[in-house]
């Protein structure tokens, strides 16, 4: 216990100089911990190729550019296209320049299967050259069979582009392995090696020079054609030289590829930065950028899936067309149809209470609105088709481009945009040829159903329009619904006179031809069918004529005159419903024209008092006619051939 107890003091006591040491020497241990975290503010890592290549020109350029940065580029030189891509896979780079061939190759074959990256931006093309020298001999490719061939280092894209061109066209030759492309011309130079494969957006500088002693071959039109369709990637083309005619070759582009990891903020960065920038960056000497007019189509051949955010900055600045927004343009006409077919159905089909249409004051706006509908089935029949096609055409293409890179083989349909593919789908309805056609199995079974759906949709609309005249006709037939008339005649109520009273207005023969409403309540359904009025001459409007609901139905406000008839079912009501319809016309519509049949004398007072404009007694007419055919035997036939209308009336 004693010992304890002097021990503890020691223990925890503690002098100032050693206290300090203590900090300091926890501070050392500390700061390297702290020290990365300051000085960690890791660039971009971009990927190039040599140091003297185009790939690096353009690193070099954009890194100039992005020397403001608080995260700037740095460069990597590499042996090309096929390690840059090694690279992203593996985590050691962000981005790199890539030729188009080479990522295609490595994303989408199956032995290989590098799904590390995406396609960000087409930057310019390069050129397959083969390179001899002017006292070789050598004038044609075919003159390449057994000749000792520099292919360039197997990690570039030169390499793999060599032996494709050289294979295709049948050339035996011995590959001389080299380090560079320095090395390579100094071989060349030397006699070493006959020939120089070279992909490179640029000659390289040493056939620039005046007095070179190299030139290049041009490549045959039958050989590019055949490259050209057997490898998605080529592209026939033509590489002008300084002072020298162009000659005839295979084009390919370097695209950028990103990290498929790589930030959003990093990748919007660098996209930004390179189309801010664009002349800057230009660089005739080793490369030239692709112009903005050609950045879409280039797009479209795309090695590889677009990188998220490459894709939205392509697609603002309209550079790239969005698929969906084909569909966003279908829906929202779909909702526009839908509402327009609300409102018109709204106005054209609100009754009252009983049963009539409750018609629309402005005529245009009636008739606009009848128009509507009257188009709906063909608009809805368009824009399904539309949705359809679109639909049809996005599986098609999906399939051919796995088919495509299934087999390794050149499908334009990978490429196509989708105006171009329904332009091309509308040619091939049509019966026009342009030499393309789906070649996979699904692709084929689809592209059967365009026509068909087409032959539906006609025959759907042919039987709806038709479907619609029916119905609207028995409509009509039923009193529910009266076209817009103008300049017309309103017959309000129905007895024995109507039937004649109709067809003296409706003959060919009549001085004025009008058309008719009958305002009535009758109990057939269809009640004026079976008299054989002239078609399109004589409507019906089921209700009671002293109603101005019905009275508005029938277009009151726009006919001429209107006949009121006395009822045969009201006889002890003494007339007085003809009496509430003449109130109820002149109330609506001054101006209308008034003639009531007078059955009973002593409503003449009401009838004046409601502003009837003629009254005719029946009964009247045929008691004085009886008295003058009794003096005069041609009374009654005067009086008739006067008051019908004919081919005989004078």
Known sequence: MHACKEETPRHTQMGPARLWLTLFIACCLLLPLS?????????????????????????????????????????????????????????????????????????????????????????????????????????????????????????????????????TAEISYTSVPVASMEQALEKLAAGEVDALCYTSAAPPPMLREPGSNLRLLSLPVSLTDQLAHKYPYFLRD???????????????????????????????????????????????????????????IAIQRKPAPLHPRAERLLIDKGYLF?????????????????????????????????????????????????????????????TMMALMYFLIMLFIQYHEGRYATTHNLYNPFAIMSIPELLLWLWNWIGGYDSGVFPQSTPGKILVVFPPLIGLFSIGWLVFSIWKDAIGRRVAEQMGAFVPPLENHILICGWNEKARGIIFGLTTP?????????????????????????????????????????????????????????????KKHAKNIGSVLTTLAIKRLHANTFAVAELRHQENTEKFEDCGVDALVYGESIIYRLAAQACFNPLATGWFFDMITHDEHAE
Request: charged content about 20%.
């Open 35 to 167: 020290s990365p975290a300051d000085d960690a503010a890791p660039g971009l890592r971009l990927a190039t190729a040599s140091e003297q290549g185009s790939y690096t020109a353009f690193g070099r350029n954009l890194q100039n550019i992005a020397a403001g940065w608080d995260h700037p580029i740095s460069i990597v030189t590499t042996q090309g296209s096929v390690e840059n891509l090694q690279l992203i896979q593996r985590g050691e780079i962000d981005a790199a320049l890539v030729q188009n061939d080479i990522a295609y190759y490595h994303y989408y074959d199956k032995k290989l299967a590098n799904r590390s990256f995406r396609s960000a931006l087409p930057l310019f093309a390069e050129y397959f050259q083969i390179i001899v020298r002017e006292d070789s001999g050598i004038l044609h490719i075919d003159s390449l069979v057994g000749k000792r061939i520099a292919l360039g280092r197997p990690g570039s894209g030169s390499y793999r582009n060599a032996r494709d061109i050289l294979k």
């Open 238 to 296: 033509y590489m002008k030289l300084q002072q020298r005619e162009s000659i005839n070759t295979l084009s390919l582009t370097t695209w950028l590829v990103l990290a498929e990891n790589l930030p959003d903020e990093a990748a919007d960065r660098l996209m930004k930065l390179i189309f801010d920038h664009g002349n800057e960056l230009a660089n005739p000497d080793a490369y030239e950028l692709i112009s903005r007019e050609a950045l879409s």
């Open 322 to 382: 969005d698929p969906w927004a084909i569909a966003y343009y279908l829906l929202a006409l779909a909702l526009l149809f839908v509402f327009v077919q609300l409102f018109a159905h709204a106005l054209t089909t609100r009754c009252d209470r009983l049963g009539n249409l409750k018609p629309i004051r402005s005529l245009w706006r009636y008739r606009m609105t009848l128009l509507i509908q009257g188009l709906a089935v063909l608009i809805a029949t368009l």
């Open 509 to 569: 023969y009549a001085p004025e031809r009008k058309k008719v409403v009958v305002i009535a309540e009758i109990d057939e359904e269809t009640p004026l069918k079976k008299f054989g009025f002239p078609r399109g001459m004589v409507h019906y409007c089921r209700g009671d004529s002293s109603d101005t609901k019905a009275l508005e139905a029938a277009h009151v406000e726009n006919a001429s005159a209107a006949l009121i008839l006395a009822g045969d079912k």
